[in-house]
């Protein structure tokens, strides 16, 4: 069985300033994890992706996440928002194989920005 | 490259009747998938297909149907359409099932039934 949990359902922060978003996991197996966004009226759009290799991964649009298996979490993180920045991120985890129906996906945290 | 592609973005409904959600990719994914996102909540997965003739049931598949005879192709029947069903559907589809392939997403379909 795996579950994730995001650890808070809203997060603001100002333009300029350093963004946190926290997501831990739980998993029987080597986990898979991944950070989606999703702007207004869109898909989910891949941030970046964990799958066994270097534990800090970076990804699109200067967004970072770090995986340490001791506190099972997987946090986004990015230096400097910018407005655009502002979205819903889902995290994701999967056992890493088998198939389809292991995704499980986080309830979302909504990042506002202001200026 | 227009990647996943569904149709329609909107849609009102009464109760009791269907309809069919259209889901194309351009990409030769073999795998494709179809989910809700339900307000403050992540996104279940409903069915999903692994190739042309093979579909399998997700997390939350009552109330729905889906068949896929080309590769590109993975349409959402729903029959008798209940307020249950009023949510945002997503279709994905990835190269493989495999945990650590990322799935691509449509811009969904906002579906309300009254």
């Known amino acids: 069985a795996q579950s994730v949990t995001q650890l808070d359902s809203h997060v603001s922060v100002s333009e300029g300033t350093p963004v946190l978003l926290r997501c831990n996991y739980s998993?029987?197996?080597?986990?898979?994890l991944f950070w989606y966004v999703q702007h207004p009226n869109k898909g989910l759009q891949l941030l970046l992706k964990?799958?066994?290799?270097?534990?800090l991964v970076k990804g699109i649009n200067g967004f970072e996440a770090e995986f340490k298996k001791s506190e099972t979490s997987f946090h986004l993180t990015k230096p400097s928002a910018h407005m655009s920045d502002a979205a819903e991120y889902f995290c994701?985890?999967?056992?890493?194989?088998?198939?389809?129906?292991?995704?499980?996906f986080g309830s979302g945290t909504q990042l506002t920005v202001l200026p | 490259n227009a990647g996943v592609t569904q149709t329609p973005k909107f849609r009102i409904l009464k109760i009791g009747q269907s309809m069919t959600l259209q889901c194309t990719q351009d990409?030769?994914?073999?795998?494709m998938y179809w989910y809700r996102q339900d307000p403050g909540m992540g996104l279940k997965l409903i069915y999903y297909s692994v190739g042309a003739g093979i579909t399998d049931k997700g997390e939350v598949p009552n109330g729905y149907n889906v068949s896929r005879s080309t590769t590109e192709d993975f349409p959402l029947r729903l029959e008798l359409a209940a307020p249950s069903q009023t949510s945002v559907y997503f279709c994905?589809?990835?190269?493989?099932?495999?945990?650590?392939?990322?799935?691509?997403f449509g811009d969904g379909t906002r579906l309300s039934i009254l």
């Open positions: 998993s029987s197996y080597s986990p898979s």
């Open positions: 990409m030769n994914h073999n795998y």
């Open positions: 994701v985890v999967t056992s890493g194989e088998g198939s389809a129906r292991q995704l499980t």
């Open positions: 964990y799958t066994s290799a270097a534990t």
């Open positions: 994905a589809s990835s190269y493989s099932g495999g945990g650590n392939q990322p799935q691509h």
